[in-house]
């Protein structure tokens, strides 16, 4: 078996949860370096060069809002769910619980 196809495998199909994860993650506001702690800590591991553009996105997108906090030394900018994000968030859990149900019924009826 080639493991390295397998492990592209496995990358593809966390890559589909990403930006589940990091919805779910931004009830308050935070800024990128945060929320790849936050995430990490929970052992959901996304690339900073992966989690960066994927902000810019959603905020696009109108699911995050975004504030710049020049306070400290070092500007960040912090992200927040909006209204749509909120909205958004509850079809892709939803759909999440469904997708689970689906692959559980046919990984255990294939499993004959």
């Known amino acids: 078996m080639d493991e390295s196809i397998v492990q592209n495998m496995i990358l593809e199909l966390r890559r589909g949860t990403q930006i589940l994860a990091v919805l779910s993650q931004m009830d308050e506001m935070k800024y990128g ?12 591991k996304i690339e900073a ?4 553009p994927l ?5 696009s997108q109108g ?7 020049t306070t400290e030394s070092r500007p960040r900018k912090y992200y ?10 509850e079809t892709l859990i939803k759909e999440w619980d469904l997708i689970v149900k689906e692959m559980s019924n046919i990984i255990k009826g294939g499993q004959k």
């Open 49 to 52: 060069g992966t989690l960066y």
């Open 33 to 44: 370096y945060s929320l790849l702690q936050d995430l990490e800590s929970q052992n959901i």
């Open 80 to 89: 927040l769910l909006s209204d749509f994000g909120k909205q958004a968030l």
């Open 55 to 59: 902000l810019r996105r959603l905020e």
């Open 63 to 69: 699911l995050l809002l975004s504030e710049w906090d």
